[in-house]
C-alpha cells in the first residue's frame, strides 16, 4: 500500500471534487463578466441553421474557421442549434434524478421564447475542453449556468428577430417573438425560427452583454411545472440507465475486494472458477492502492450476470490485510464518551466570554448528540459498460456524476492517454454522492483491457454497501446557557469527528465555525476532536449538514425550551436584524432570508394551533448550498415509541425556480430520504468490515410510513441556487423536536431506533 493511502485512502481524487463542489467558485462563475469571444461562437449547420456554441470556459477551434471546413458538429459547453427541422437543446450536465436534463434546456428556451413543444433535448458529450467542469454535485448545476445560458437564448433571439426585420424590411424594434416564431406589430406577419435559422446563422453574432435579457414578469416557461424530459421512457421502462446498457458480444463480470478497505488479494482459486459453467475468465488484478480509482481484487467474467453471480459463490481468496482498514465503531463510541466532557483537542472559534457567559446564565443546558455512518444506498447499485479495443481506445457507458473525472481515473488506474478515451453519460438511478467517486468504472475497465471484450461491471448490494464512501458519523457535547429573559448567552461545542490521515476531518466530518445559527450568539466556542478512521467516507446528500442540522437544530430547540420560549420566537430572536453574514457574498447566509422562511414555514403549518395530546409541530431551519429552507414537521407519538409524521411543511428561498415540478419533486425526495435515513440507517464497522450489507439490517422508509409534503417557495431575486440537497437536513430536526413537545421524550441519537423508536 502506498504512503499516501495508508495516511488516508481517501483524499485523492476527493480533494479535486470538494474543490468543484465548494461555494467560491460558483460564485466566480455566477460573477464573471466573460469575454464575447469566449462566450458565443456562430457557424451554418450542414444542412443549413444557426448553431450557438457558448462556453464558461475557452473554446479551442475558431468557430468561423470550422464553418468553412464543412464541419458542422462542435462539442461546447451547451449549445442551441436551430434547423429547419426543429430547435435542438443539448444539457450538459449529468442526470442523476435531480431534474437537470429538463430545467437547464428550460433556462435557454425562456429567453429563446421558443414553444416548449417544439424543443428537443438530449443529453450533450463529454468535453472538458468545451464545456468546462461537467458535474453533478453540491447543488451548483443551476447557478454555474444560470447567466450563461439566459444569455445564450436571448442572443439566438435576438439574431433571429434580426434575420426577420431584414427578410419584412422592418426595424427590429417593431418585432416580437412568442412560442418559436417572430411576430410583426400588426400581429398579422409571423415566421417560425427554423424558417429564420439559415438567414440568422449569416448573420454578426451580438455583444452578449448588450442583449437584454427578459424580466422575472415576462417569464412564461421557468416557474412553470414541466414534466420531466425522460418520464415517459421512465414510467414505460426503457433503457436509460447504466445498468441498462447492452452491446454486441457482452461479457457481464463481478470484482471481488477485500471486505475491510485497503486489503489486497495473496492467493485465489481462480483456475478453478475458470472451470465453471459460463465462466468466460477469472484472474487477479493488483490495482493502483487508489481506494478512488482501482483496487486489488479478483475480476470473475462470463457470459451473463448470474453465472459470474454463481461462480462467485465457490470463489476463495486469502488477503492480506496488513494495511487494511481496522475500524471498530464500538471502540469510536466508547473513546468519544470519554471525550465529551473535556475541551476539544484544537480550538476552531472562540468568541466573547463563553464560561463568564455560562457561569452567569439563569439556565444551563448540557446534552450529547450521536450520528452514525450511513450509506448512500443508491437504489440502482454500481455498474460500468466498458469496451477496450484492438485498437488500444477504450469506449465507456457509465453513470457518472463526475464524468470528466471518470475519463481521469481511468487514465491514471490503467496508465493510459485520457484522449484514447471516449466516456458517454448514462442517467444514473441516484447518486447522493457515491457516484462522484469513479471507482467501478475504473474497474469495469480494467477488466475489459484483460479480455479484450466489451463487459458489463455489475456491483451487488453488498459490495455497495461494504465499499461505500461513508456519510461521517460524529459527536456533538454541546452546552448552552439563557439569561432570565430566556434569551440564548452562550453556546458551546465540543465536535468530535474522525480523520484519516490525523490532520483534517474525514470529507463530510468538518464543522466549520459559521456551519449553523449557534454561532450568531454573543458568546460562541467551538473546539475539535479527531478520532482515527481509515474505512473511506465521501459526499453524502447535502455533506455534513444532514447531520449536524439535527445536533445543532435540536439544541436550540433545547434552549429554547430552557428559557421557557416559543421556538419560532426564539429563532427569529437569535437571527436579529436582515443582513448578510459575509455582505456582498450571496452564497452566505442572509438573516432576512432565514427569517422569511422561518415565518412563512410557521404560517403554512398553523404553527401555535392546539393540538390533540401525543401530537405536536416541531420546526427547524438550516441553511446550505446558499439555499434558506425551513421546515415544520406534525407528528404524533404512542405509547410504544412508534411515531407517525402526518405532514411536513417546507419552504425554501433558493432564488427563482427553473422547474416548479422538478422543484417540487426534489424538496419531496428530500424529505423522504431524510425521514428514511433518520428512522433505522446507519453502518457499523467490526475490524473495517461493514456489518449492515442489504436492507434487511438496512431499511429504506416504505409507502405508508410517507408523510405528506406541502412545498412552498419564495421566489426572491437573488440569482438561483440548488435545491438538490438542502431541504434534506432540517428533517430530522423538526420531526425530533415535534416528538419532544408530544411526548417529553428528547432524541439525540440517529438513527432513533438506537433510542427504541419506530415510525
Known amino acids: ?34 469575454a464575447r469571444r469566449d462566450f458565443l461562437r456562430l457557424t451554418g449547420l450542414a444542412g443549413g441553421g444557426l448553431m450557438l456554441q457558448f462556453s464558461v470556459g475557452d473554446v479551442r477551434a475558431d468557430a468561423h474557421a470550422q464553418a468553412s471546413a464543412g464541419n458542422a458538429r462542435f462539442a461546447p459547453n ?150 420531466g424530459v425522460d418520464n415517459h421512457a421512465l414510467v414505460t421502462g426503457q433503457p436509460l440507465f447504466g445498468i441498462d446498457h447492452q452491446l454486441p458480444d457482452l461479457l457481464h463480470a463481478m470484482y471481488v475486494k477485500c471486505p475491510a478497505i485497503g486489503g489486497t488479494v495473496r492467493t485465489a482459486n481462480v483456475d478453478e472458477i475458470r472451470a465453471l459453467p459460463g465462466v468466460h475468465d477469472a484472474f487477479v488484478i493488483d490495482g493502483n492502492g487508489e481506494v478512488t480509482e482501482l483496487m486489488s481484487g479478483v475480476a470473475i467474467v462470463a ?26 465503531w464500538t471502540q469510536s463510541q466508547s473513546r468519544a464518551d470519554e471525550l465529551v466532557g473535556a475541551e476539544g483537542a484544537e480550538t476552531l472559534a472562540d468568541n466573547g466570554d463563553v464560561d463568564a457567559a455560562m457561569a452567569a446564565a439563569a439556565q444551563t443546558v448540557e446534552s450529547v448528540y450521536r450520528y452514525a455512518f450511513a450509506s448512500h444506498a443508491q437504489l440502482e447499485p454500481q455498474s460500468c459498460t466498458a469496451w477496450y479495443k484492438a485498437d488500444g481506445t477504450l469506449e465507456i457507458w457509465a453513470s457518472s456524476q463526475t464524468p470528466q473525472r471518470a475519463v481521469e481515473n481511468v487514465a491514471s488506474a490503467l496508465g493510459m492517454d485520457s484522449k484514447a478515451i471516449m466516456l458517454h453519460q448514462v442517467r444514473m438511478g441516484g447518486g447522493f ?52 429573559a430566556g434569551r440564548a448567552i452562550a453556546w458551546q461545542n465540543h465536535f468530535i469527528t474522525f480523520s484519516a490521515d490525523g490532520k483534517s476531518p474525514v470529507f463530510g466530518g468538518n464543522l466549520s465555525p459559521t456551519e449553523d445559527l449557534g454561532h450568531l450568539i454573543k458568546n460562541f466556542r467551538l473546539t475539535r476532536t479527531q478520532l482515527p478512521w481509515a474505512s473511506p467516507c465521501g459526499f453524502w446528500r447535502a455533506p455534513g449538514a444532514s447531520v449536524f442540522g439535527f445536533a445543532l437544530q435540536s439544541f436550540l430547540h433545547e434552549l429554547a425550551v430552557a428559557g421557557g420560549r416559543d421556538h419560532l420566537e426564539f429563532l427569529l430572536e437569535i437571527l436579529g436584524e436582515p443582513r448578510w453574514l459575509d455582505p456582498g457574498n450571496t452564497w452566505t447566509l442572509h438573516t432576512g432570508r432565514a427569517a422569511d422562511v422561518l415565518k412563512l414555514a410557521a404560517e403554512k403549518a398553523g404553527w401555535g394551533r392546539a393540538m390533540p395530546e ?45 422547474n ?20 433505522g440507517q446507519k453502518l457499523t464497522h467490526e475490524r473495517g468490515r461493514v456489518r449492515e450489507t442489504n436492507f434487511d439490517r438496512y431499511p429504506l422508509l416504505r409507502m405508508p410510513q410517507a408523510p405528506k409534503v406541502s412545498v412552498h417557495f419564495i421566489e426572491s431575486d437573488y ?31 440517529l438513527p432513533i431506533s438506537e433510542e427504541g423508536f419506530s415510525i
Open 1 to 34: 500500500m502506498s504512503a499516501q493511502m495508508h495516511d488516508g485512502f481517501t483524499r485523492r481524487g476527493l480533494d479535486d471534487i470538494a474543490r468543484d463542489m465548494t461555494p467560491a467558485p460558483a460564485r466566480q462563475l455566477l460573477a464573471t463578466r466573460l
Open 614 to 658: 401525543g401530537r405536536a409541530l416541531g420546526l427547524a431551519f438550516y441553511f446550505s448550498h446558499a439555499a434558506h429552507v425551513a421546515e415544520v414537521a406534525e407528528v404524533s407519538v404512542d405509547d410504544n415509541k412508534r411515531i407517525r409524521v402526518h405532514e411536513v411543511t417546507v419552504v425554501s428561498d433558493v432564488g427563482p425556480i427553473i
Open 433 to 484: 454522492g457515491r457516484r462522484l467517486v469513479n471507482d467501478p468504472v475504473c474497474e469495469a475497465a480494467a477488466i475489459s483491457r484483460q479480455v479484450g471484450r466489451p463487459v458489463k461491471l455489475t456491483w451487488t448490494r453488498e459490495d455497495d454497501m461494504s465499499h461505500d464512501f461513508l456519510r461521517a458519523g460524529g459527536f456533538h457535547a454541546l452546552k448552552g446557557g439563557v439569561d432570565d
Open 660 to 679: 416548479r415540478s422538478g422543484a417540487e419533486n426534489q424538496c419531496e425526495g428530500s424529505v423522504i430520504d431524510g425521514l428514511s435515513a433518520m428512522l
Open 78 to 227: 451547451a449549445y442551441l442549434q436551430i434547423s429547419t427541422s426543429g430547435i435542438l437543446i443539448y444539457a450538459t450536465q449529468p442526470e442523476a434524478g435531480q431534474g437537470v436534463k429538463t430545467a437547464l434546456p428550460m433556462i435557454i428556451a425562456e429567453e429563446l421564447d421558443a414553444a416548449w413543444e417544439d424543443v428537443e433535448v438530449r443529453l450533450s458529450g463529454v468535453d472538458a475542453a468545451a464545456f468546462g467542469r461537467q458535474f453533478a454535485g453540491g447543488s451548483t448545476a443551476v447557478p454555474r449556468v444560470w447567466t450563461p445560458m439566459r444569455q445564450a437564448g436571448a442572443v439566438a433571439r435576438a439574431m433571429l428577430v434580426e434575420a426577420a426585420a431584414h427578410r419584412w424590411q422592418v426595424p427590429a424594434s417593431e418585432l416580437r417573438t412568442r412560442d418559436s416564431h417572430v411576430i410583426d406589430a400588426s400581429g398579422e406577419r409571423r415566421i417560425s425560427y427554423m424558417a429564420l435559422a439559415e438567414a440568422a446563422a449569416r448573420l454578426p453574432v451580438p455583444d452578449a452583454a448588450q442583449v437584454s435579457l427578459k424580466s422575472r414578469e415576462d417569464f412564461r416557461l421557468i416557474g412553470q411545472p414541466i414534466t
Open 303 to 328: 457470459k451473463d450476470t448470474w453465472a459470474a453471480m454463481r461462480a462467485r459463490r465457490s470463489l476463495r481468496v486469502e488477503w492480506d490485510e496488513t494495511h487494511a482498514a481496522r475500524d471498530t
Open 719 to 749: 440569482p438561483p441556487t440548488g435545491l438538490g440537497e438542502p431541504v434534506l437536513p432540517p428533517v430530522a430536526p423538526a420531526v425530533c423536536n415535534a416528538v419532544f413537545t408530544a411526548s417529553g421524550h428528547r432524541i439525540r441519537t
